[in-house]
Every structure is written in structure tokens, then in C-alpha cells.
């Protein structure tokens, strides 16, 4: 277990069971997110570029103006990470993000997120 100090929010970060997610159905459930991040590699926008997203150490893409909070964070993004935080209940604080309600459109923008190297 991991502990992640976000903002005032010490946050346990299990590894709780999640659903298998489809990469493909995830495509079109990450058109939720773009509004804010880009799949695209450089391409930044309120939010960083989530390309290469799963397996990097949170607040870390270069040339991105991370908060102080997200900045002294000290986990690895996971495709249960992002599951958790796309829950929207798991203390990360995300902008005014308030989750996805759906399970399965959780775990397939977690496991579309994996296919971006």
C-alpha cells in the first residue's frame, strides 16, 4: 500500500479488485476526457497529455505546470491508479472532476490509457 499526500488528503492507494477493461470501448469513453488531456504525446492542455501515463511517477511529465500538491505526490500511475481516480471517491483531487459512474467505462479508459506508449 501506498500512501499519496494530495493537497490536505493522505490518500491510501490499495489495490482493490477492478474490472478488465476493453482498450478498444475506451477510445470512445476517453472523448470524456479530452476535453482537458490529450492522447497525443507534447500535447498539453488544462490537463497534461496522458500518453505514456500508465507506469510514470505522478507530477512528472516534463514542460507540464503540475500544482504544488500534485508535485509532492510519490506514486506510479496504474491502471487500478486511474481506475481509483476515475472513481472519483478514491481522495485524489482532479480539477472539478467528480468521476465516471460507470465501472466498466472506468476500466476501459484505464486499460486505453496502457495502449499509449
Not at 490499495?14 to 492522447?39: E, I, N
Request: proline fraction near 6%; include cysteine.
Amino acid at each position: 500500500m501506498k500512501f499519496v499526500a494530495f493537497g490536505v488528503a493522505l490518500v491510501a492507494i490499495a489495490a482493490p479488485a477492478f474490472a478488465a477493461g476493453d482498450a478498444t470501448a475506451g477510445v470512445k469513453v476517453f472523448q470524456r476526457c479530452a476535453a482537458c488531456h490529450s492522447a497525443e504525446p507534447g500535447v498539453n492542455r488544462i490537463g497534461p497529455s496522458l500518453f505514456g501515463v500508465i507506469g510514470r511517477q505522478a507530477g512528472t511529465l516534463p514542460g507540464f505546470p503540475y500544482s504544488l500538491p500534485m508535485l509532492h505526490t510519490d506514486f506510479e500511475w496504474t491502471q487500478d491508479n486511474v481506475q481509483a481516480l476515475l472513481a472519483g471517491n478514491s481522495g485524489l483531487r482532479h480539477g472539478g472532476f467528480r468521476g465516471l459512474p460507470d465501472t466498466q467505462d472506468r476500466a476501459d479508459v484505464a486499460a486505453y490509457l496502457a495502449t499509449l506508449r
